[in-house]
């Protein structure tokens, strides 16, 4: 069982920054299309980002378009999101996930049940 890792959660104000990064052991991240999904408190877990496997096609859901960023690096077997201008609506935890193997190096996947692997999730928490 692939165990993706998130990292770079926090505790941050309105209008602040973070970066999430996730990575997993050996190539998984490289060779799958990943996205980037959250949950709020009583609210089901939505899709926040994805990116397919060779970066080249992103998606971003209407609620952080043009605030968030996704990236990856496959020679660094991780993949990032940029989050900038943070609302107290992006309260969530924040989850990496893994589709592998894909169709295409150019597919990306917004559903959850599309993906295969996921992380245990990282908290962020902006304040007002």
């Known amino acids: 069982q692939v165990q993706l890792i998130e990292s770079g959660g926090g505790l941050v104000q309105t209008g602040d920054s973070l970066r999430l990064s996730c990575t997993a052991p050996?190539?998984?991240?490289?060779?799958?299309?990943m996205g980037w999904f959250r949950q709020a408190p009583g609210k089901e877990r939505e899709i926040v980002a994805a990116?397919?496997?060779?970066?080249?096609?992103?998606f971003y859901a209407d609620a952080v378009k043009g605030r968030f960023t996704i990236s990856r690096d496959n020679a660094r077997n991780s993949v990032y999101l940029q989050m900038s201008s943070l609302e107290p609506e992006d309260t969530a935890v924040y989850y990496c996930?893994?589709?592998?193997?894909?169709?295409?190096?150019?597919?990306?996947?917004?559903?959850?049940?599309?993906?295969?692997?996921w992380g245990q999730g990282t908290q962020v928490t902006v304040s007002s």
């Open positions: 996930a893994a589709r592998t193997p894909v169709m295409s190096a150019s597919n990306l996947y917004t559903s959850q049940t599309q993906y295969g692997y």
């Open positions: 050996g190539r998984t991240v490289s060779s799958s299309s």
């Open positions: 990116i397919s496997r060779n970066g080249g096609n992103t």
